[in-house]
């Protein structure tokens, strides 16, 4: 996972430049997008819709995760499932994996209830990281927690359960929240996407509702 960055006002920007000592990073520098590295191992990134600069604690850190996002596109189509190496054995872990959550979200404040709002608080904890260039999306140990998380508060809010299934014909078996009968998933390739296309307009939380209202409420108690 890539730290999240320190956002620089534009004069702390133009007092770096000016040092003359950052050396611009080719290989990650796209476009509009530039990105120098500091002397002291650290890295400046300008983007136009990141403000005025953002200052990466590694510089190394961030190239790591570019080239791990390169060489999954040089694979080219692969599930989420296979890209995180999803297996059998993260059923088991879904309890230590979520109480993980609030370190990946870097907060101990975060209301961890298993309600549609927390979900809701960690949408509005990923907008504020500036998502598209903080949040490793191939990295098990940011994605395995959230979606422990959220696979359990659709799992609580619908009374199903986890299970390994297929979510599309020929692919893998996955872990997926099951309905009660066992016949309808949602996997993690959903929150995958989600992630990996994260713009302001990206929800968690809606794509849990989505889950609910697939999977079914779970009946209130008494209810036949």
Known sequence: MVRRPK?????EVQALLATGDLKLDKELSEGRIKTYRCPDGKALVLAPYAGDGLLYESHD????QKRRSDERAWLGPMTAAAILE???TFIPRVPELVEQVPD?????DFPCDYSLASVETIDRILRAWEPRLCLDTD???VMLPLWAYVGEVIRRQTGGRWKMMRCQPGEPLEPVVADRAGKRGVGVSGLFKELV?????GSLAGLVEDAIRYLGRKPA???R
């Open 7 to 11: 956002k620089l006002e534009a004069s």
């Open 61 to 64: 850190e961030l190239r790591a």
């Open 86 to 88: 999803l297996d059998d």
């Open 104 to 108: 990946v979200l870097e907060t101990r």
């Open 139 to 141: 990295d098990p140990d």
């Open 197 to 201: 296309e994260y713009f302001e307009d």
């Open 221 to 223: 108690a008494g209810s």
